[in-house]
Structure formats: structure tokens, C-alpha cells
């Protein structure tokens, strides 16, 4: 039972453009939620978090977006740069007791110059 | 220079042999994890370190085995139980099990011939 999900496996955006990454969840009880990004080969790298009690938190061209209700995030970033082409990976934890973190699928975004 | 170190890179094993994954940290870390992924799939969890000599498993744990005798160290072993061994390996560590961050390594491809 999957719970994160990123239903894009991939995204391409022109160099500039907004792209937005979406991951959904179904464990209200998450209290806290990551972004990770990764090149071929290599390890995640953390990028951005939010807290369950917050509904935004940005970092220069990062934006997270969190919606309670709909159990959806997403992140933005503004403006795109193909330096950004990489696997972005949400996650959630799931207990503070345990430190677990689970993953979505991972979504492959393109930034084309 | 602070970070997490996997290696070799790329190991290859003929099946039915186990194989030993390092990771060492310098970051001074308590907590230490062991992730899996495969293709088109997210990073999931085989085990788990909250400090030394002390281990749980994650939600992939059979056919592997850790042991964790000193706080930089967390070695992996892949045993002939595991049923489909090849993947790319990746070990993380946080400050402690609560901490929300996990930082990466660079990852182990294993690769059973």
C-alpha cells in the first residue's frame, strides 16, 4: 500500500518557466514532509521541508506548498533552470519514535534550456 | 570535510554469496538507515540504527543483516537469503532517530550475476 504517491513519473519545463512537482499521501497522522533531490548514481540530496502545521515554507527558488485537507503537496520552482533536471522525491515521516521516512516514486523533471 | 562514505561504487556478487556494504560517517551522527531503491520505485527502508549497538528493522529486512559497533560505522550485509538483491544501495544518517533530516550517501549499485 502506497503511501506517497507522486503520479508524474516525469515533467518537462522550459528553462525559466514554473515547474511544479505534486506528491499526495494518505496518513493524516505525517507530521512532517521532505523533498529530496537526485542525479543518476548519486544520493538524495535534501532540498526543502514543512512542517504538518504549516501550509507553506519557501527557500529562495523553492517553494513547498502543503494542503491538509487534500493530503497533497507540492513543489515549486521558480524560475526553472536546467541545472534543476534531476529525480525529485517527496517523503513523509511517519513517527518521530522511528525517524521513518517514506518515499514517493520519484518524479524526473526536465529542464529544457 | 563532513559526510557520509559508501563503498565500492559498483560491487558485483555471483549469486548465492553474501556481500558486505560499507558506510562511515563523520558527521557525528546518532541515528544511521539503510534504504533500497529500484527502478521506478522510491527509496524503502531495510534497517535502522538509533545508536550503537542497537538496531530495528525497517520494512525490507529479510535476507539482510547490520551491525553497528561503533557510531560511524553501519555495514550492510546481503545475504543468499535476499531473493532479488540487485539494486542501489543508499545509507543516511540523522543527528538523532527524531531528527527530521536524513543526509545520503552516495550509494552502492550491487549487481548478482
Known amino acids: 500500500d502506497q503511501q506517497v504517491k507522486q503520479n508524474s513519473p516525469s515533467l518537462s519545463v522550459q528553462e525559466g518557466r514554473i515547474s511544479i512537482l505534486n506528491c499526495d499521501y494518505t496518513?493524516?497522522?505525517?507530521?512532517?514532509f521532505l523533498w529530496y533531490k537526485k542525479y543518476p548514481a548519486e544520493g538524495p540530496t535534501f532540498l526543502i521541508s514543512?512542517?504538518?502545521?504549516?501550509d507553506k515554507n519557501e527557500d529562495g527558488r523553492f517553494t513547498v506548498f502543503l494542503n491538509k485537507s487534500a493530503k497533497h503537496l507540492s513543489l515549486h520552482i521558480v524560475p526553472s533552470q536546467p541545472g534543476d533536471s534531476a529525480v525529485y522525491f517527496c517523503?513523509?515521516?511517519?513517527?518521530?519514535?522511528?525517524?521513518?521516512?517514506?518515499f514517493g516514486q520519484g518524479t524526473t523533471l526536465q529542464v529544457k534550456p | 570535510d563532513g559526510g557520509i562514505t559508501q563503498s565500492p561504487k559498483y560491487l558485483f556478487r555471483k549469486e548465492g554469496q553474501n556481500v558486505t556494504l560499507s558506510c562511515e560517517q563523520n558527521l557525528n551522527h546518532d541515528a544511521m538507515y539503510w534504504y533500497r531503491q529500484d527502478p521506478g520505485q522510491g527509496l524503502r527502508l531495510i534497517y535502522y540504527?538509533?545508536?550503537?549497538?542497537?538496531?530495528q528493522k525497517g520494512d525490507i529486512a529479510e535476507g539482510y543483516s547490520v551491525s553497528r559497533e561503533k557510531k560511524e560505522s553501519f555495514p550492510l550485509t546481503v545475504t543468499s537469503a535476499q531473493k532479488n538483491p540487485t539494486a542501489f544501495y543508499l545509507c543516511?544518517?540523522?543527528?538523532?532517530?527524531?531528527?527530521?533530516?536524513?543526509?545520503f550517501g552516495p550509494g552502492t549499485r550491487l549487481t548478482v550475476l
Open positions: 517523503a513523509a515521516r511517519g513517527s518521530s519514535n522511528t525517524g521513518k521516512l517514506i
Open positions: 514543512i512542517s504538518s502545521i504549516k
Open positions: 540504527s538509533q545508536i550503537v549497538n542497537d538496531f
Open positions: 496518513n493524516s497522522m505525517f507530521d512532517y
Open positions: 543516511a544518517s540523522s543527528i538523532g532517530i527524531s531528527h527530521k533530516v536524513q543526509f
